[in-house]
């Protein structure tokens, strides 16, 4: 017997592998179970995936799901992050009739090639959508990058609409690099913060370049104290070639005090604007 109990999401065990309409299924990265959450995260149903994709096909009738049409705008949170930075974007990009789905995976849980695998699956069970366009914040651009880079099933049947980087990685990190060198916080960091260092992501292709993208680089305050922290522990140097401005296509800089950057006013206008128009 299972029974209904409000969760947290799964910020931090659980992927989110299918999305329709604001329900999800997930799976635990420890266990390898799989559960149904609903639009106001309650669970519904636990088991394999067929049970839960059989149980949320009976919720359909139940509950009314309306069939989803339109472009699907995929956001994926930043490394050591949650769905949960996304949650001003999403409710803009809802509110101008996009669907939206803010993806979970367990960045400090399992390395780049899981998550590779865990969002592929995602875009091949994705139902009733012909468009999409991505949303990627800190180090998913590289995870993004990787998956491009293999082919697949969902890229002959969904049309790439936009790709907007906000505050990419995409030329690596050398503070997560240097911290993998102490025990306890590859412990804590997990596999992917290797994943991400310099040296790594620069074997990672870089996108099709038909495919229209756009930066937004934000000179947050917390950006700023970062950097000053971790200004002496810079490692592996980047070619001029590899910078990060050699992978944004247009690009755009905005100033702001605000600690989630989608959070500020500015941010989520620009963010829209290019999602919308492919332009700033």
Known sequence: MSFNFFTFGGNGDWGDIFFYQ???????????????????DISRQEGSFEDCRKKFVNY?????????????????????????????????????GFLAAALNYPSTRDNIDSHVKQLDF???????VSEISFVVKGSSCLILRKLFSLPSD???KLKIGRILFVNPANSGNDFADWLTRFKIFRWFLGPMANDISAENAL????????????????N????????????????????????EK???????????NKKNVFSDEKVLKKAMSFLEKGQF
Not at 22 to 40: F, G, M, S, T, V
Not at 204 to 217: D, M, R, V, W, Y
Request: hydrophobic letters at 40%; a positive charge.
């Open 22 to 40: 604001k329900w999800r299924i997930q799976r635990n990265i420890n266990a390898k179970d799989y559960r149904l959450l609903d639009p106001w």
């Open 154 to 156: 969902w890229q002959k």
């Open 220 to 243: 947050s305050l917390f950006k700023r104290l970062l950097k000053k922290i971790t200004k002496p522990f810079e490692g592996v140097p980047i070619n001029s070639d590899s910078s």
């Open 122 to 128: 995602f875009l091949n069970n994705l139902e009733d």
């Open 60 to 96: 359909i009738d139940a509950y009314q799901i309306a069939r989803q049409r339109g472009t699907m705008i995929v956001m994926l949170h930043g490394f050591c992050e949650s769905k949960k930075v996304f949650r001003p974007l999403w409710r803009e990009a809802i509110s101008k």
């Open 203 to 218: 074997l990672i292709p870089k996108l099709p370049s038909n495919i229209e993208q756009g930066t937004i680089f934000c």
């Open 246 to 256: 050699s992978y944004a296509v247009k690009s755009i800089i905005i100033a702001t």
